[in-house]
Nanobody, 124 residues
Framework: VQLQASGGGLVQAGGSLRLSCATS????????MGWFRQAPGKEREFVTA????????YYADSVKGRFTISRDNAKNTVYLQMNGLKPEDTAVYYC??????????????????WGQGTQVTVSS
């Protein structure tokens, strides 16, 4: 199983980025997908997730209304559209695949597979 995250970069505050996570080796349509992030000196934190069927999405309060998760099952890829970026969004962003129960959607340990991370830096 491989998850390949891409799309990170340097952007000014207020700008946008779109992250992609291409997967292989798993039955993508049967997995929930999530995005987490980790800033220097901080623990990895939940950003957003989508259930396997795309029917439910979940967002951290800090990104709600600015970030949007989506998935293309035909391309085995999950996306994270980030608008209105803030300096505090600076972190390494990781995509993850798993089959969490409803109460575990926001928990990193609920996800079995992880991408390598892509750096997002937002300048003020």
């Amino acid at each position: 199983v491989q998850l390949q995250a891409s799309g990170g970069g340097l952007v000014q505050a207020g700008g946008s980025l779109r992250l992609s996570c291409a997967t292989s080796g798993l039955t993508f349509g049967s997995y929930g997908m999530g995005w987490f992030r980790q800033a220097p000196g901080k623990e990895r934190e939940f950003v957003t997730a989508m259930r396997w069927n795309g029917g439910s999405t979940y967002y951290a309060d800090s990104v709600k209304g600015r970030f949007t998760i989506s998935r293309d099952n035909a391309k085995n890829t999950v996306y994270l559209q980030m608008n209105g970026l803030k300096p505090e969004d600076t972190a390494v962003y990781y995509c993850a695949a798993g089959r969490p129960v409803l109460t575990g959607v926001r928990v990193a340990q609920s996800y079995a597979y992880w991408g390598q991370g892509t750096q997002v830096t937002v300048s003020s």
